[in-house]
Nanobody, 124 residues
Framework: QLQLVESGGGLVQPGESLRLSCSAS????????VGWFRQAPGKEREWVGC????????TYADSVKGRFALSRDNSKSTVYLQMNSLKSGDTAKYFC?????????????????WGQGTQVTVSS
């Protein structure tokens, strides 16, 4: 069974940047779209963005559009979430998810396998 492992979280100040990674065992991840969700304490999990299997298509939530960017290196079975201009409202546990398809522009559909998450805290 494919497993996803997130890394790169941490404590940063407002305005700073972080890059999260989502790595997978095995060789199947390059064949599927991957997304990122986040969940803050006391709140529901919300989608952040998703990227197609080839990396040519992406979708972002309005709350992160223009600040966050998705990319992937299929030779490493890794997907990245570059987060810039971080705000306190970005504080959450971030999860990556593999989809059942190569691409679908609605990031809330066709969810398949989840990682365990990595904590991002933005605080001065």
């Amino acid at each position: 069974q494919l497993q996803l492992v997130e890394s790169g979280g941490g404590l940063v100040q407002p305005g700073e940047s972080l890059r999260l990674s989502c790595s997978a065992s095995g060789s199947t991840l390059p064949h599927f779209a991957v997304g990122w969700f986040r969940q803050a304490p006391g709140k529901e999990r919300e989608w952040v963005g998703c990227i197609s299997s080839s990396g040519s298509s992406t979708t972002y939530a309005d709350s992160v559009k223009g600040r966050f960017a998705l990319s992937r290196d299929n030779s490493k079975s890794t997907v990245y979430l570059q987060m810039n201009s971080l705000k306190s409202g970005d504080t959450a546990k971030y999860f990556c998810v593999k989809y059942q398809t190569v691409w679908y522009p609605d990031c809330t559909k066709y969810l398949d396998i989840w990682g365990q998450g990595t904590q991002v805290t933005v605080s001065s």
